[in-house]
């Protein structure tokens, strides 16, 4: 342990902490623009400066290592000095319209000038007139707004490794770009968010489609039929000053109602449709004896990187569409046709945790009923935008029940939102229609939490299947080269593949709201298995809804009507040439 | 001036010919470091007090000493000169190149390394051309690759050209260059020597540092030694450019006087205003720079340093808003635009710099400009942005009230016109 004092405040340590982590524990907060907690120090900003005793200079708080006998102080008269100019360096090269931009309240840069008093500039401000890139399906690049910091490029390049975004141009004029010469959405953006939800400022955020939807609910001519993914229901209460992981489905389906909506479903039943298809694709693999991996399909985060990245991989990852599209096909089927309206006369509205879904669903292969099965996709965010808009005082909502067909759900499908969740679903499920035996502990807690690669290995009927579960996708990066070596060498590693695109998983999506760190996608994972736990149904094939939809109208898992509605394809997509 | 024989201009041809190098005593150093032990090598180097040339004047000897044993070292020679008005390195590429590479040589088998890069700046393509076929003619003569001079050791050298930043100069951001990222400097440490390219230990000299060691190893360390400043010892190239009758690069012993050096360059054209020493983050001088030696300590010791070894001679026709505002663009435009004082504060100091220099600047800008270099001199990252404020408080020191009159100048012609 290591002793020293900050601000005149006695704190020990372990070797190897920085000064700014030291700072955190003796409850004392040094400003900061460039660090994130979740991501490597980068040292860009310099507003992390402190004084140490003896030392020359002023030193850099988050990439510095504590020594022992250090005495420090953080906001003496002249560090609070420079720190203020430091600020008015960025501001004077920020645009001044905070009240028009998007994270207006929740931007550091702002918090910061506020905390500093930076009330006039000593110098010129300028500004850079730069166009600002909305050709990608989930983001916009604002590149006005940019001050740099790099934790956008340092998620693109090692957490997420999609290599999407670098620094680009020199001096005052660097931004962050997907190159030269290109867009956002021609490159190997994955449209995953991640970029969006740790940029500190509004440089970086979603397509919004707001009064897309407003516009759709206010024609009387159309049919808004919604969908609501399963981490939104324990993030969106954030945004009405909740607690995450706190569980706000009910209120979600009568803000929805209230806004105008008229029919509202759940993608949590979808999701245990998923896991029907799915399992099934599993079980049929296994009679067959492969081809191994088999690998999930949910994230389109991750469909467009393996797409990219492991084009010799294709053909293990699973047909079946994401529980949204999955739902956005039956909205324009089943539900059109058991309610008499013309599918072109329904709009499909979903509601997600997530900004690669608005890519998902504006890829052109997804509209096998003729029709587009989601038309529209809102962020968690911007639903709440629209809550808010409408007067709706959404933590005081009592809570309604949705709209029956497809709406009900297991706690299978509702874990779908958190790493892992996929998985243990669909190993309910496979044990218990493979073995026709009752499953003792529904919990596969080897597949829970935050670690990178959750691997496992679970006897089934005699097999044992060899399982991994990664979210993140470096994570992603790593198992599959190793897995792809493996194939290659005549071995199987893996029975069964999950991957999230995102750390954490969905809950930890670029849609949900900032903050958007591991802490917040910890406790909104709690929230969803909490749900799972006290639910009545906690397996996707004893889903009542689900049982009927196949009774009725698509007649047997895998079959001829699910392959054409609910099942897709992939083609690879040269990094290159994109 | 009589050359001596420890000396780079001695060596110097107009086009480079591996034969006549030999002829006039070109590779003996190697042969004879062949014959010594890799400490031993070292050891030489260190007797000489051969101290870093590309500016910051670390003892050579002892970078080598610290380099740890791995299985893969690499050696880069730094030809990325991008100081302003500096031009030894491009001298001593385009007329002694043999002596360089066979100080590279020299230097890898003394710090335990088969590969060598040389990171020639982007601006200087002949000059990769022409490294190209010297390096082509040392392998022919079995002085370059594998088993040199048919002993143990291989050592073979690659070119890699640069992108065109001033900034990759510093060590680590030339690493990072050479790896294929972009140019952006890091935090030391771990420093190259522990931890550089590919993560494996790096040693990265100065093309002129290079060049003198097959010097040291010919003619032993004493005779090195023994030439100028004893802190600091040895010949070196000055580049003298601006306001002289012959600018050039000389070659004087170590702590040669201003004086001396402007004498060599055919004297100042006109009467002497200012002196830059050191390259562009060097402080400017008056006149009184005459009497300074140039020399790592006595630079030091008069608050300046000695850099590169660049000298630019201004006259009594210079405007010094001008030279202001020259200076500042050049910090703009080659700041890395990684950190946030100096991404910022350049762009500022530059944008009133201008301001001045076209006759808009306001009074308050000087104070503001001022302050802007402190803070990105307690801020910045690496020294690029924190040095920018020594040219500019030693130009406001010196020149401030001629920089003042001439907005105010300006203000008046402005209102009468």
């Known amino acids: 342990m290591l002793s020293l004092t900050i601000d005149n405040k006695a704190v020990q340590v372990e070797t190897g902490t920085t000064i700014l982590e030291a700072a955190e524990k003796a409850g004392i907060e040094i400003p900061t623009l460039c660090r994130h907690e979740d991501i490597t120090p980068l040292g860009t900003c310099g507003m992390c400066m402190v004084e140490v005793e003896g030392d020359p200079g002023y030193s850099r708080a988050c990439i510095t290592e504590a020594r022992s006998g250090m005495r420090i102080r953080t906001h003496t008269r002249e560090l609070r000095r420079i720190k203020r100019k430091l600020l008015e360096l960025v501001l004077a090269a920020h645009p001044d319209d905070c009240l028009q931009c998007i994270r207006h309240g929740e931007c550091e840069l702002q918090k910061l000038a506020e905390k500093f008093e930076i009330r006039q500039l000593s110098y010129d401000q300028y500004t850079r007139g730069l166009p600002i890139d909305s050709s990608a399906r989930g983001i916009v690049r604002d590149m006005n707004k940019c001050i740099g910091c790099g934790r956008c490029v340092e998620v693109c390049q090692n957490v997420q490794t999609v290599k999407a975004i670098s620094f680009y141009g020199r001096g005052a004029d660097?931004?962050?770009?997907?190159?030269?010469?290109?867009?956002?959405?021609?490159?190997?953006?994955?449209?995953?968010?991640?970029?969006?939800?740790?940029?500190?400022?509004?440089?970086?955020?979603?397509?919004?489609?707001?009064?897309?939807?407003?516009?759709?609910?206010?024609?009387?001519?159309?049919?808004?039929?919604?969908?609501?993914?399963?981490a939104v229901r324990v993030a969106l209460g954030e945004e009405f000053d909740m607690e995450p992981g706190e569980l706000v489905i009910d209120k979600i389906y009568e803000a929805l109602k209230l806004l105008g909506v008229d029919t509202v479903f759940d993608t949590n039943f979808s999701a245990d449709l998923t896991i029907m298809e799915e399992g099934t694709e599993f079980l049929h693999r296994l009679e067959a004896g492969g081809p191994f991996p088999l690998i999930t399909s949910c994230s389109p985060?991750?469909?467009?990187?393996?797409?990219?990245?492991?084009?010799?991989?294709?053909?293990?990852?699973?047909?079946?569409?994401?529980?949204?599209?999955?739902?956005?096909?039956?909205?324009?089927?089943?539900?059109?046709?058991?309610?008499?309206?013309?599918?072109?006369?329904?709009?499909?509205?979903?509601?997600?945790?997530?900004?690669?879904?608005?890519?998902?669903?504006?890829?052109?292969?997804?509209?096998?009923?003729?029709?587009?099965?989601?038309?529209?996709?809102?962020?968690?965010r911007e639903l709440a935008r629209m809550i808010r808009q409408a007067g709706i005082r959404f933590d005081k909502l009592k809570g309604i029940k949705p709209d029956k067909l497809m709406s009900a759900y297991t706690g299978a499908g509702t874990i779908f939102?958190?790493?892992?969740?996929?998985?243990?679903?669909?190993?309910?499920?496979?044990?218990?229609?493979?073995?026709?035996?009752?499953?003792?502990?529904?919990n596969f807690e080897a597949v829970r939490g935050l670690e990178d690669t959750?691997?496992?290995?679970?006897?089934?009927?005699?097999?044992?299947?060899?399982?991994?579960?990664?979210?993140?996708?470096?994570?992603?990066?790593?198992?599959?080269?190793?897995?792809?070596?493996?194939?290659?060498?005549?071995?199987?590693?893996?029975?069964?593949?999950?991957?999230?695109?995102?750390?954490?998983?969905?809950?930890?999506?670029?849609?949900?709201?900032?903050?958007?760190?591991?802490?917040?996608?910890?406790?909104?994972?709690?929230?969803?298995?909490?749900?799972?736990?006290?639910?009545p149904v906690r397996k996707s094939h004893e889903n009542p809804e689900v049982a009927a939809l196949y009774k009725d109208y698509l007649q047997q898992p895998g079959g001829e009507l699910s392959h054409h509605l609910l099942h897709t394809r992939y083609h690879h997509r040269d990094a290159l040439s994109i | 001036?009589?050359?001596?024989?420890?000396?780079?201009?001695?060596?110097?041809?107009?086009?480079?010919?591996?034969?006549?190098?030999?002829?006039?005593?070109?590779?003996?150093?190697?042969?004879?470091?062949?014959?010594?032990?890799?400490?031993?090598?070292?050891?030489?180097?260190?007797?000489?007090?051969?101290?870093?040339?590309?500016?910051?004047?670390?003892?050579?000897?002892?970078?080598?000493?610290?380099?740890?044993?791995?299985?893969?070292?690499?050696?880069?020679?730094?030809?990325?000169?991008?100081?302003?008005?500096?031009?030894?390195?491009?001298?001593?590429?385009?007329?002694?190149?043999?002596?360089?590479?066979?100080?590279?040589?020299?230097?890898?088998?003394?710090?335990?390394?088969?590969?060598?890069?040389?990171?020639?700046?982007?601006?200087?393509?002949?000059?990769?051309?022409?490294?190209?076929?010297?390096?082509?003619?040392?392998?022919?003569?079995?002085?370059?690759g594998k088993n040199i001079l048919d002993g143990d050791f291989s050592f073979d050298i690659e070119i890699k050209r640069g992108g065109g930043s001033y900034v990759v100069g510093d060590e680590t951001a030339l690493l990072s260059s050479l790896m294929g990222k972009r140019g952006f400097p890091w935090m030391k440490p771990p420093y190259p020597t522990e931890k550089g390219l590919w993560d494996r230990p790096t040693v990265v000299n100065n093309v002129e540092t290079l060049t003198?060691?097959?010097?040291?190893?010919?003619?032993?360390?004493?005779?090195?030694?023994?030439?100028?400043?004893?802190?600091?010892?040895?010949?070196?190239?000055?580049?003298?450019?601006?306001?002289?009758?012959?600018?050039?690069?000389?070659?004087?012993?170590?702590?040669?006087?201003?004086?001396?050096?402007?004498?060599?360059?055919?004297?100042?054209?006109?009467?002497?205003?200012?002196?830059?020493?050191?390259?562009?983050?060097?402080?400017?001088?008056?006149?009184?720079?005459?009497?300074?030696?140039?020399?790592?300590?006595?630079?030091?010791?008069?608050?300046?340093?000695?850099?590169?070894?660049?000298?630019?001679v201004m006259n009594s026709k210079t405007n010094m808003a001008g030279v202001l505002d020259v200076s500042m663009r050049f910090f703009a435009e080659e700041s890395c635009g990684q950190c946030f004082p100096c991404r910022y504060g350049t762009r500022q100091l530059s944008y009133m710099a201008r301001r001045i220099a076209s006759g808009s600047g306001e009074q308050h800008y000087l104070p503001l400009m001022r302050e802007t270099g402190e803070v990105m001199r307690a801020t910045s990252f690496c020294p690029f942005g924190q040095s920018v404020c020594t040219p500019l408080n030693s130009l406001l020191d010196q020149f401030g009230d001629e920089v003042e009159g001439f907005i105010r100048q300006q203000d008046y012609i402005r209102e009468v016109i």
């Not at chain 2, 890799?38 to 000897?61: C, M, Y």
């Not at chain 2, 009497?291 to 630079?299: E, G, I, K, V």
């Open chain 1, 174 to 230: 660097t931004i962050v770009s997907p190159g030269a010469e290109t867009d956002m959405g021609s490159g190997v953006c994955v449209n995953c968010g991640q970029c969006v939800v740790y940029c500190p400022v509004g440089a970086l955020h979603e397509r919004e489609q707001v009064d897309d939807v407003w516009g759709a609910i206010e024609n009387p001519e159309l049919h808004v039929a919604a969908q609501i993914a399963p």
């Open chain 1, 301 to 380: 985060g991750w469909i467009k990187f393996g797409e990219t990245y492991f084009p010799e991989l294709i053909d293990n990852i699973s047909s079946c569409k994401s529980p949204q599209q999955m739902l956005g096909a039956l909205i324009k089927t089943h539900f059109a046709e058991t309610r008499s309206i013309p599918p072109e006369k329904i709009v499909s509205l979903s509601i997600m945790p997530c900004t690669a879904k608005k890519f998902e669903a504006d890829r052109p292969e997804m509209n096998s009923s003729g029709f587009k099965d989601v038309d529209y996709v809102l962020t968690t």
């Open chain 1, 417 to 442: 939102g958190a790493t892992g969740g996929v998985m243990e679903a669909a190993l309910r499920t496979a044990y218990e229609l493979k073995t026709g035996e009752a499953l003792e502990n529904l």
């Open chain 1, 454 to 535: 959750k691997t496992a290995a679970i006897p089934l009927s005699g097999q044992e299947i060899r399982i991994a579960v990664v979210h993140g996708l470096s994570n992603a990066r790593t198992l599959l080269s190793q897995v792809r070596e493996d194939l290659k060498s005549g071995g199987v590693p893996y029975h069964f593949i999950e991957i999230m695109a995102c750390r954490g998983g969905c809950v930890g999506g670029g849609g949900q709201p900032i903050e958007n760190s591991l802490y917040q996608r910890f406790k909104r994972a709690q929230g969803l298995y909490a749900e799972d736990t006290g639910m």
């Open chain 2, 1 to 144: 001036m009589k050359r001596s024989r420890v000396s780079i201009s001695s060596y110097a041809m107009e086009s480079p010919d591996i034969e006549a190098y030999l002829g006039i005593g070109g590779y003996q150093g190697l042969k004879k470091a062949l014959h010594m032990k890799k400490d031993g090598v070292i050891q030489e180097v260190q007797e000489s007090k051969l101290r870093g040339r590309g500016g910051a004047g670390f003892p050579t000897g002892k970078k080598w000493a610290g380099v740890p044993q791995d299985e893969e070292i690499y050696l880069v020679c730094n030809a990325d000169e991008g100081e302003p008005g500096t031009f030894k390195d491009r001298y001593i590429m385009e007329h002694t190149p043999f002596l360089m590479v066979e100080g590279m040589t020299i230097a890898g088998y003394g710090v335990g390394a088969s590969k060598g890069y040389i990171y020639i700046r982007g601006e200087y393509p002949a000059i990769a051309e022409t490294i190209q076929g010297v390096l082509e003619a040392a392998r022919k003569q079995n002085l370059l």
């Open chain 2, 212 to 312: 003198y060691v097959p010097l040291i190893l010919a003619h032993g360390a004493a005779a090195f030694a023994d030439i100028g400043a004893p802190g600091s010892p040895g010949p070196k190239l000055y580049s003298v450019s601006g306001n002289v009758n012959s600018p050039g690069v000389y070659e004087f012993p170590m702590g040669v006087s201003v004086k001396e050096l402007l004498k060599a360059a055919g004297g100042v054209q006109g009467q002497l205003k200012a002196v830059q020493i050191g390259g562009t983050a060097g402080p400017l001088y008056d006149d009184t720079a005459l009497s300074m030696q140039l020399d790592y300590d006595s630079m030091n010791a008069a608050g300046g340093t000695l850099g590169s070894g660049a000298v630019v």
